[in-house]
């Protein structure tokens, strides 16, 4: 089942908190409020072609880092087949699906 992907932006820095976290990892600030994202920029992938031991991807996969706003990145499975070629600064989708993060393009 699919399920947005939740996380915490700091309101004194504005920076986001993913996974969430009881405060802010750049300025210490509690002060927070939940929200959600769904698409942000591949910054950088990765193909893999062999996968650790019970992974519940039989491989190759593809790994992404996308970058949410404000430098937040995150890393992700790529939702498509493993012999696309995603394009870097691309935009994404993100969310969870099984409780894995994924993007598509
Ligand atoms: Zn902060």
Same mark, same amino acid.
């Given at each position: 089942?699919?399920?947005?992907?939740? =996380?915490?932006? #700091?309101?004194? =820095? +504005?920076?986001?908190? !993913?996974?969430?976290?009881? %405060? #802010? +990892?750049?300025?210490?600030?509690?002060?927070?409020? /939940?929200?959600?994202?769904? /698409?942000?920029?591949?910054?950088? @992938?990765?193909?893999?072609?062999?996968?650790?031991? $019970?992974?519940?991807?039989? $491989?190759?996969?593809?790994?992404?880092?996308?970058?949410?706003?404000? $430098?937040? !990145?995150?890393?992700?499975?790529?939702?498509?087949?493993?012999?696309?070629?995603?394009?870097?600064?691309?935009?994404?989708? !993100?969310? @969870?699906?099984?409780?894995?993060?994924? %993007?598509?393009?």
């Amino acid at each position: 089942m699919d399920k947005p992907v939740a =996380c915490l932006e #700091c309101l004194q =820095c +504005r920076r986001l908190s !993913l996974p969430p976290a009881a %405060f #802010c +990892r750049n300025c210490g600030s509690e002060d927070l409020r /939940q929200l959600t994202v769904d /698409q942000g920029i591949l910054y950088s @992938y990765t193909r893999i072609h062999v996968p650790p031991e $019970g992974w519940p991807t039989t $491989g190759p996969y593809i790994v992404g880092v996308v970058q949410i706003r404000q $430098g937040t !990145l995150m890393s992700a499975l790529y939702e498509g087949v493993p012999w696309d070629r995603p394009v870097m600064g691309s935009d994404v989708r !993100l969310k @969870y699906k099984d409780d894995i993060l994924y %993007f598509s393009i």
